[in-house]
């Protein structure tokens, strides 16, 4: 019987949440240089598992509302990746590549395909609170990692590198350049936008204050930028029209592509590199890669890329072994994917999936979408997050709460109006038992008002009475 007590969906929603969230924090870990190892495979263990779970969740609770929905937009959101594959697939045959390069461009896209099936799944357990079950794990994560740099350190050294940090305006040295955890901290920024604009519940407060400490311990300029991007984007959108919020969202997202390829051709002809030695900017070894996979690429519209994948092991051998990324996602597209992929994956990342989750969902599902886009645009630029775990995991769960959220309510609205209609419907048919002729129920109905009428006109004359007694 307890058995059963526990298997009821709200019940079981929480437990099987935990779960959940206990998963996301062990993923949160994985790969923290500082904290014991995780085996190499924790990932893809906690992707099945949430899938086995989910799946089992449909079969038992049967949430078919929210099952259609997150299997469109997963749908949606995997399309880059899968024209990335074919597009890959194409390039590696033309160019006669190894087994090893292929094996490794499609591990990745696998990766992260998954990666979107996880999300996905567990929106159809949580409706739009798996966003509170993610926060959950990321937040256990982080405050994890933070004990462990307090407990290797020390406490007093570590408040010494955080009060150098608050006086110098961000400079990180000692403990504190340890929780710079880039992937962690672009996903709380994304998510304080969603709690800033979106999120309605006793808990903001709570969640804005934690994800906000962690952001700032992992300290990363562009994001506070982004964030002001996003609210001020989703600010102005909800105060106009939605033809105009197509107009402007559309027109956004072409500029971000022009603005990506600009980026690539001023990498490509140097410009750049000028430019910040003028400047006196450190780019922390970032114009040394850029310049080593100068002759993978060239600006020609007939340039087909590479391969996705394929920047990954070309940094490695010539840069240094551990470093993994080229520390521009617009970059590695372009030399990836070349010119005619590139403005499509690009196209389709920043535009096109706004546009059709719009026709598709509603405005403020694709304005939650554009408005981390937003946000992201700038860590695509110098960083890596294309392929980032959380930092994916941020961008695409916010939409789905958003949409899931819509859908909720609008369940219960239409299942009120059906237990409205129902109701109306049970009186008049007990009237017309009780009435047989329309005129004797109309009669009936009218003579139950006039004694209405008159019981009132009863109790204010008994009112009047009563307070001239008084008098």
């Known amino acids: 019987m307890k058995l059963f007590h526990a298997l009821e969906p709200k019940r079981a929603s929480i437990w099987w949440g935990m779960v959940y969230s206990v998963f996301i924090c062990l993923t949160t870990l994985y790969g923290y240089f500082y904290m014991v190892r995780l085996p190499w495979f924790i990932v893809q263990f906690s992707y099945a598992v949430i899938i086995f779970l989910g799946a089992l969740w449909v079969m038992l609770y049967g949430e078919l509302s929210r099952v259609k929905p997150s299997v469109r937009m997963m749908l949606l959101q995997m399309a880059p990746l899968l024209f990335a594959l074919m597009w890959s697939m194409f390039v590696w045959a033309f160019n006669g590549d190894s087994v090893a390069v292929m094996k490794r461009g ?43 740099v307090i407990r290797r ?33 672009f996903a709380f920024g994304a998510i304080i936008i969603y709690l800033l604009m979106y999120y309605h519940n006793p808990k903001k407060k709570l969640f804005l204050i934690f994800s906000f400490i962690f952001f ?55 410009i750049l590199f000028d430019l910040v030695d003028q400047l006196g900017i450190n780019m922390m070894g970032r114009d040394k890669m850029y310049k080593i996979i100068e002759d993978c690429y ?34 590695r597209v372009y030399v990836e994917l070349g010119f005619p992929g590139f403005f499509i994956w690009v196209g389709t990342t920043f535009a096109f999936t706004y546009y059709f989750m719009v026709k598709s969902y509603s405005y403020k599902t694709g304005t939650s979408y554009m ?16 392929a980032s775990y959380h930092t994916q995991v941020a961008w695409h769960v916010v939409p789905l709460a958003v949409y899931l959220e819509q859908v909720e309510k609008d369940v219960v609205s239409t299942t009120a109006s059906g237990r409205d209609k129902m109701t109306l419907w049970k009186r008049n048919v007990s009237l017309k038992k009780k009435y047989p002729s329309l005129k004797e ?13 008159h019981s009132q006109s009863l109790d204010k004359k008994k009112e009047l009475f009563n307070t001239l007694k008084k008098l």
């Open 441 to 453: 129920m109309m009669a009936a109905e009218q003579s139950k008002k006039d004694a209405l009428k």
């Open 153 to 185: 350190r020390g406490f007093g050294s570590f408040m010494s590198s955080f009060i150098y940090f608050i006086v110098h305006m961000g400079d990180v040295i000692g403990p504190m350049a340890d929780l710079e955890v880039q992937d962690l901290t």
């Open 216 to 270: 700032v311990l992992g300290w990363k300029r562009a994001a506070f930028l982004g964030i002001m991007m996003g609210v001020v984007y989703v600010h102005y959108m909800e105060r106009s029209e939605e033809r105009v919020q197509m107009k402007i969202s559309m027109l956004i997202g072409t500029v971000l592509v022009l603005i990506g390829f600009g980026y690539v051709v001023i990498i490509r002809e140097g």
């Open 298 to 331: 060239e600006i020609n519209p007939l340039f087909m890329g590479i391969g996705y994948g394929k920047v990954s092991t070309i940094t490695e051998v010539r840069y240094a072994r551990a470093v993994r990324g080229l520390h521009s996602d617009i970059l």
């Open 106 to 148: 499609i591990g990745v896209i696998s990766y992260q395909l998954l990666l979107l099936m996880m999300i996905h799944v567990a929106g159809m357990m949580f409706g739009p609170e798996v966003i509170q079950y993610t926060l959950f794990g990321f937040i256990a994560g982080n405050a994890m990692i933070l004990l462990d």
């Open 371 to 386: 408005a981390i886009a937003l946000f992201l645009y700038l860590t695509y630029l110098t960083d890596n997050t294309a």
